[in-house]
């Protein structure tokens, strides 16, 4: 193989694989070359990706290392989305009742997803986190990509008790519409001493996020990083107090179908 | 930029976006180079992925036209996967309290999801699918991943009715256990007329799939494949008739603690 046949052949495993470390010498294997010029091959893709900033490859050294592809957005390409996504769900047409807005199609696109998996993995790349924890529904999307990026595995905590998951841990909690509800946990999700990331769709007083933090406690783990891509400015004080946002939903007001949304102050996109 | 550096980035970019189609102008401007030397960069790349089984380069000629990766499994590695997610199910720990066996970590794991979406990908490619459609939970993430695999929107189907969602299409339908349930579906989430793929974890006699049928048919709207990871060996007669499953679960006795589940005969799985 030629130099620039390696180079995407080594591309595609990377990438294929975000945050998963592979020796140099599964590569030496696979190409039946020189630990020297796989070596030689990474440094070039490592340039190439970040000069277009798409992303880094990070070496490992010792016995155990290897090279892993890091996602990672550029400021640039971060703005952008942000004001993208802020332009979409300022349009009236998708105030709901209630003064909610519809974001389910934003959600179920994979291109949108990725990237904000990307973002918060970014966020969230130095907490050591063993999972990625959602509750159904919407934050599953978002969850999956974060994980996806992390090469974690994503747990989902359900509003029912399915069979289909044995014994679990239930919890109830006091919504802020002042409804009681259940959220409930395969004993057999997380790992005892496990540190897991909390990513949702969606925060407005907190009460959801607050259970996730108790129902993780139950387990003998520990929420070590959370994130939302959207929460309301009101109420200002919310029931969890260290969490990341990317948009601030400031106002819905149904009678003058009028929505402001904006991207979220950058000290908390970090 | 030299020929491996462009391959590189080429590479990451049509890798980051299976079944997108790119025009050759996009890549021309990205790397300021001819149409030419753009046109043999990705022959270069489409033969190095095809010789390692990594997927395939689809070019699409005329005006509107431009080149797509298609992800594409090979057959060792489809039967590889299969084998081991069978080994694994097969675990007599997974055994769940009226003969379920537990896989949400298995569908929680990225890298099996984003293999069993492009299996999937491959078997509907010709669907000329508009959406996955999944229905809550544990599916989500095969859809997801099949979605991502064809570029297409993800929509879920809910066990509840939330004011999120807005108004929404309902259909109440039993299960094979005789309770009544009840599926939703938000008015916004499928276009008349649309295509839709529908993926699920799990299929015994068949009720939910034939009650999303029903519900995307309310929407003017069509189911043109279905798949799902795990079938049962009984009942045999299900109440859908066309589908793909990869698994086939034969028996799971909880007295002896035994699990018996294979891959599907070679004709299911396309």
């Known amino acids: 193989m030629r130099r620039s046949e390696r180079i995407a052949v080594l591309a595609k495993y990377l990438n294929d ?3 998963r470390l592979f020796s140099l010498s599964f590569f030496v294997e696979l190409l039946g070359v020189a630990k020297s010029t796989v070596s030689e091959d990474l440094s070039l893709i490592r340039e190439s990706w970040r000069s277009k900033g798409l992303g880094d490859l990070v070496t490992v050294p010792g016995a155990s290392g290897g090279v892993k592809y890091v996602p990672c957005l550029s400021e640039e390409a971060i703005d952008r989305l942000l004001k993208d996504l802020a ?16 974001m389910s199609d934003i959600i179920g696109d994979p291109v949108i997803t990725e990237q904000v998996g990307q973002i918060f993995a970014n966020m969230f790349s130095e907490t050591q986190a063993d999972y990625v924890v959602t509750i159904a529904t919407k934050g599953i999307p978002l969850a999956i990509a974060t994980a996806r990026a992390l090469n974690l595995t994503t747990v989902i905590i359900r509003n029912d008790n399915k069979v289909t998951e044995g014994s679990s841990v239930s919890l109830n909690y006091i919504t802020s519409s002042r409804t009681i509800r259940t959220m409930s946990l395969s004993r057999r999700a997380l790992k005892e001493g496990a540190r897991v990331l909390f990513i949702d769709d969606f925060m407005k007083a907190g009460s959801t996020a607050q259970g996730v933090v108790k129902l993780v406690k139950e387990f003998g783990a520990e929420v070590v990083g959370t994130g939302f891509l959207v929460t309301t400015a009101q109420p200002e004080e919310k029931m969890i107090t260290d969490y990341h946002a990317l948009l601030t939903l400031e106002k819905v007001d149904e009678a003058l179908a009028q929505v402001v949304i904006n991207p979220a102050p950058k000290k908390q996109v970090k």
């Open 87 to 102: 332009g979409q769900l300022a349009d009236s047409h998708r105030i709901l009742p209630g003064g909610f807005i519809y």
């Open 17 to 19: 694989y975000p945050s």
